[in-house]
Structures are given as C-alpha cells and as structure tokens.
C-alpha cells in the first residue's frame, strides 16, 4: 500500500496572481519569475519538489506573461528527468481557487502544493515521506516567526493542531503556516465545498481548517531558513539569505 501511495504524489506549484504588491516590478512580468540572487524565483519551490523525489509537477500561473513560464522552464530538463504542466489562473481568485485548477493533473493523488514565491533553506522530504506512510488527511509545515500577525497562524495543543487563524491581530502562538501543503485525494472536494471570504477569495486557511475539523491534519517543524518573496521587503530578504546560504557553502 505504502508503495502505491509513493507512486501517486505529485507536485503543485502556485504561481499565480498579478504581485501587485511588487508593482512597478511586476508590471511587465510575472512576480515568479523575478531573480532570487542567480535564479528565477520559480526555480526554487520546483527546486524543493524535486529534492523531495516528487518529479511530476504541475505550475498554475497566470497573467499576461504566463507565456514566459513556458519558454523559460520548457519541459523542465534543467531539473532532471522530471515532467512539467501548465494551466492559467485568470485574475485573483484566492491560492485555493488556483489549486481547484490543478482537479484534472490531481485527482485520485496525494498532493504536495507549494507557493510559487516561498523559498526555504532546508530540505521537505522528511516530511514528505511521512505523508506518504499516513493513513488520510493533510500534513502543514510550520515555522516559528517573530510576526506571525503576517500569516496563517496554528494553535497547537498537546501535540495536536486545534486551528488556524489567517493574519490575526493577536496570534495564539508564534507558529506561521507555511506555504507547503500536503493534502490526500480529498482536497479538491473541500476546495468545491468553499464559499468565497471577504476578500472575494478562496482561502487556502479554510481548506486546512476542513482537515482539521475531520481530525486529519498532521504538522511538522520546517528547519532552516523560511521566507516568502511577496514584498520589497521579503523580496530583499530572500535575494540576502540565498546569497549568503551560498557564500558559507562555497
């Protein structure tokens, strides 16, 4: 059974959205495909899956230069013998709404989604392997924060994740949800099931707080550096721990 399951995971990567936030850089390219030090942002979550043996992945993007993923990434042999598909996100419908793209390349597979702007130091196959040998449900990498009022935020209690709050004002723990996901075959009938939030989205919060209510959401501790590429600022922090991640290597 457990090498069924191996077999059936696939990759997700979320490049969608119009990095509005990152306007004027974005205004004539994709925020994904901006430079994180000598690489393409993009490179980097494919990156992650590949490290973690997932070698078929799709990319959900979108915009006016969704084109551009394409003659940049190919069929993506700078990767290794992996195979890569695209399919368009049309404007800014929420991550989940994005994922509820990716029904024909997933269905009946496990699932490793990432964002297509968050880059991390370290390795998610541990994680990953774990996922592979649990019984159903979902699995969330988390990261200790000194702004966690900034994302999704858990509230773990007794070894067990009761909820997740997105963006609260006064976060009951320190412990941001990172954008890496691992979701069963069922995700995309919790994705159908979701009613649109304030913003007009389908958030990915609600997805995992579905897991949750069903007893199924599991969590590990991401090691290493975390950080997204949304912002200026993060955009900077990303492109500084790159270089001196490699600097100290070389």
Not at 139 to 167: H, N, S, Y
């Amino acid at each position: 059974m457990a090498g069924q399951i191996e077999m059936a995971m696939k990759g997700i990567v979320l490049a969608g959205g119009t990095g509005s936030r990152l306007f004027p850089l974005t205004k004539i390219t994709n925020k994904h495909l901006l430079p994180i030090y000598d690489k393409p942002m993009i490179y980097y979550p494919i990156q992650t899956l590949v490290d973690a043996g997932i070698d078929d992945i799709l990319i959900v993007t979108g915009g006016r230069n969704a084109g551009d993923f394409l003659r940049l990434l190919a069929n993506g042999k700078e990767f290794g013998n992996i195979h890569l598909d695209y399919t368009y996100q049309e404007g800014e419908g929420g991550i989940a709404e994005a994922l509820g793209l990716a029904h024909h390349f997933g269905a009946g597979h496990r699932l490793c989604v990432i964002l297509g702007d968050n880059i991390i130091k370290g390795s998610i196959r541990t994680a990953v392997e774990e996922f592979r040998h649990q019984p159903a449900g979902a699995k969330i990498l988390l990261k200790e924060v000194p702004d966690a009022e900034r994302f999704g935020v858990a509230e773990i209690e007794g070894g067990r994740i009761l909820g997740i709050e997105e963006k609260p004002k006064q976060p009951k723990s320190n412990l941001a949800v990172t954008g890496i996901y691992l979701y069963d075959e069922t995700v995309f009938d919790k994705v159908q099931k979701l009613k649109r939030s304030d913003r007009g989205e389908l958030e990915i919060t609600d997805v995992n707080n579905a897991y949750i209510a069903e007893g199924t959401m599991s969590f590990a501790h991401l090691d290493g550096w975390w950080t997204d590429a949304g912002t200026f600022d993060s955009l900077l922090r990303a492109n500084n721990l790159v270089a001196t991640t490699r600097e100290n290597a070389a």
